[in-house]
């Protein structure tokens, strides 16, 4: 999905979700700006939260994350490397000694590790008693001390990991992360990898996985390859993935990207920039006709009372209305002033999010 900010991608996708709910899905959306908490609320979902690290509670551990050894070294190992060198993938001979360093530390405390542990042992510059001593291995591991007991990031990474996605609604909130790249691409993928070993646990279950203004998010590191892959295999899995953006045109930044836009059956754009559209027509980003060009430009959003949809889709394409009842408009509204309202009426009454809304929609009769 991709519109103007402002334009309703959030408020749709509130409303998509619930349906998803509704009709017996596990649904997990990843977003920053908190557009999704009180209908989490209202749908008795887990609000997974991510602070500072100075009020975090969250724990990641990845190796406690681990089923088995063999098949999750397709996690630990990027993921590490991630840690190692964010800004440049690691040479043939630091990826392969890191991959022996997990192993290592895994035959000893296997779910107990923790990257404190690959850290002294990359400290000490040898993996094995023979070898001689690598200055590239220390190299490593001052790169991952942010991450061990030693850091500033100790707390989301020491100990057992605790988020469990044990409801069937579950809204991680990045926004805290925000400022801090290095941290939010690892706990992007961390997370990505939580919810792919849930995808593809139970292919009876109905899924869905949404990553709401995900592109900074996914831009480093290998959360990528996981939307990739999660693009291509989830149907396979009674599951779906989407990815709202700003712009058609992110999904154009890296191979990753391009991938999930052209493995997408169901396109959404909501209001574009009207230069927008020619642009992307010529560029090859979209495939425009003088028909899609004409509803493209059309589409509006008028605050409060609809937003319009173009639909691309292997049923055909054409524009949708979306037309909100009181409640729902309410319910999914990412105003400030709506969110405040909702919140203190909760806050002053002891009231429910449903109440809450009830008794604001009572007020303006
Ligand atoms: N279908 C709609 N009907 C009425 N108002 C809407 C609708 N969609 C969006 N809005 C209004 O526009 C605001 C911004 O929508 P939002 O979904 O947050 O935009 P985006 O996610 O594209 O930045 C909402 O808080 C709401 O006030
Ligand atoms: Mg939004």
Not at 134 to 146: G, I, R
Not at 149 to 174: M, N, Q, R
Request: proline letters at 2%; charged letters at 25%.
């Amino acid at each position: 999905m991709a519109a103007l900010s402002g334009s309703g991608k959030s408020v749709f996708v509130n409303e998509m979700a619930y349906r998803y709910r509704s009709a017996g899905s596990k649904v997990w959306i990843i977003d920053v700006g908190r557009s999704y908490k009180n209908l989490c609320e209202l749908m008795d979902g887990e609000f997974i939260e991510f602070a500072d690290e100075r009020q975090n509670t969250l724990c990641l551990n990845p190796f406690s994350m681990v089923v088995d050894i063999n098949n999750d070294m397709e996690m630990l190992l990027p993921l590490l490397a991630e840690m190692a060198s964010p800004r440049e993938p690691l040479n043939n001979f630091c990826y392969t000694a890191l991959a022996s360093a997990i192993k290592q530390v895994w035959e000893i405390k296997g779910k107990n590790c923790t990257v404190t542990d690959i850290y002294e042992l990359l400290r000490s510059g040898k993996i094995s008693d023979e070898s001689e001593k690598e200055s590239q291995l220390m190299h490593m591991a001052v790169a991952l001390e942010p991450y061990t007991k030693y850091g500033v990031y100790a707390s989301y990474f020491e100990g057992p990991a605790t988020i469990e996605f044990t409801k069937d609604f579950i809204v991680l909130e990045l926004e805290e992360l925000k400022s801090k790249r290095d941290l939010q691409a690892v706990v992007m993928q961390i997370i990505m990898y939580r919810i792919t070993q849930e995808m593809y646990l139970d292919r009876s279950r109905r899924k869905i996985v949404i990553i709401d203004e995900a592109w900074d998010l996914m831009g480093s590191g290998s959360s990528g390859h996981f939307i990739e892959a999660g693009y291509r295999r989830a149907r396979k899995y009674g599951g779906a993935f989407g990815t709202i953006t700003q712009s058609v045109d992110d999904y154009y930044k890296t191979e990753a990207t391009k991938a999930s836009i052209n493995n997408a059956d169901w396109l959404f754009l909501l209001r574009q920039k009207p230069e927008n559209i020619d642009r992307l027509g010529k560029e090859g980003k979209l495939t425009i006709d003088e028909w899609m060009k004409r509803q493209l430009s059309s589409i509006t959003t008028d605050h409060g009372h609809y937003s319009e949809i173009f639909v691309h889709s292997p049923m055909g394409s054409g524009v949708g209305r979306l037309l909100l009842d009181p409640f729902s408009m309410m319910l999914f509204s990412t105003r400030a002033e709506d969110f405040e309202r909702i919140k203190n009426m909760r806050a002053e009454n002891g009231m429910t999010t449903e109440q809450a809304i009830e008794a604001i929609l009572d007020e303006r009769k």
